[in-house]
């Protein structure tokens, strides 16, 4: 198969990137901008690989992606660029509104532009996928999952912008016939992940014995879902869901933040003893919660299971280990990222404190 993926530089996008022509020989021409998130680095594995092509370029630039339909003629898309972190929405929210919202009605636009110009067996088998959060359903209570017939209620920025996102790409299905397929996947974690997001900062807080900030009192619950199982959901559901569907992704592993913390405490402790055999869970440091912090997220995967056979396949313990070790073997990615781009620094405060876009 032949796709453009969006955002292809970002953590699940490389990872797509690296499954889709590694392992599953598809030819994939990679359109990302490179904000602070994206890394090239992220796919050296497949750089040299005659399937795989990256241009460097804007979603919101019509005449750019007018062009690379038209010279690389693909066969589907699968929409995976967008400002993701929470926090960075809360102190300035304009990026996620013109990437998230503007940004995905400009591709809807090119590519129904293309998708109508095919001939008909073309356009019978063109597919579109957007790939979206969990978040956009807002929050959970102790018990109950989200599934694809969760009510839409999104309690930040950008959720928000995500949710707006999801409702172009089914109007776009429903009023033009666009054949689309949506996906909202629980909290992902793996290899590659830039390190604003809890799992991959904790490990490299830790890593360095520096204060680990937990917001309020730890307990918020995710469900956390291996980017590798991830992406080998998303090739299924471009290539056997149901068009105009939607199709809920997790990785069945709730754990609140405090355990996610303590676990990788204790897998350092394993890994990198301290001479002192101090326990690294002392650097435990409770902070103020985050504006609006969702308590819990939990996702049903019984619909792709059923319809699509997907299932997750990296338990939380084993998936965990095997990320941890991964960043003790690759300071040739993360140190870089730690010394120009992201030191670890408090994101997304509010109040007196927030900075607003126009600031």
């Known amino acids: 198969m032949r796709v453009i993926v969006t955002g292809g530089a970002g953590f699940i996008g490389s990872a797509l990137c690296r499954r889709l022509v590694g392992t599953s020989g598809w030819s994939v021409l990679n359109v990302d901008k490179l904000t602070y998130a994206a890394n090239l680095a992220s796919l050296a594995d497949v750089a040299q690989s005659d399937a795989y092509r990256f241009i460097e370029g804007d979603i919101g630039d019509r005449a750019l992606l007018d062009q690379l339909f038209a010279d690389f003629r693909p066969q589907g898309v699968m929409h995976l660029a967008a400002e993701s972190h929470v926090d960075r929405s809360i102190s300035g929210s304009s990026a996620f509104v013109q990437t998230n919202i503007v940004g995905t009605h400009t591709l809807l636009e090119a590519t129904t532009s293309y998708w109508e110009r095919l001939a008909p067996a073309d356009r019978q088998d063109f597919r579109l996928l957007h790939v979206s959060t969990d978040e956009v359903f807002g929050t959970l209570q102790d018990t109950g999952r989200f599934s694809e017939t969760s009510p839409y209620d999104p309690r930040s920025p950008y959720s928000a912008s995500k949710a707006a996102s999801d409702h172009l790409v089914r109007a776009w299905g429903h009023t033009f016939g666009l054949p689309i397929l949506i996906s909202n996947c629980s909290n992902n974690y793996g290899p590659y992940h830039f390190p604003e997001k809890l799992i991959p900062l904790i490990i490299l807080n830790a890593l360095e014995w520096a204060p ?148």
């Open 212 to 359: 680990l900030p937990v917001y309020g009192d730890g307990k918020h619950i995710r469900d956390w879902l291996h980017v590798d199982d991830h992406v080998a959901a998303l090739e299924l559901i471009i290539t056997t869901g149901r068009v105009g569907e939607t199709y809920t992704i997790g990785g069945g592993n709730e754990r609140t933040n405090l355990d996610v913390v303590h676990t990788i405490c204790d897998l350092l402790d394993d890994a990198v003893p301290d001479a002192a055999l101090r326990s690294r869970r002392s650097l435990v440091r409770f902070v103020p919660d985050r504006p609006g912090h969702d308590r819990r997220y939990a996702v049903n995967f019984e619909k792709i299971e059923r319809e699509l056979g997907w299932r997750p396949n990296h338990a939380f313990d084993s998936g965990m280990r095997a990320t941890v070790a991964w960043y003790l073997q690759r300071r040739d990615w993360w140190e870089p990222i730690r010394k120009t781009k992201y030191a670890g620094e408090r994101l997304g405060l509010a109040g007196s404190a927030r900075r607003t876009d126009a600031d």
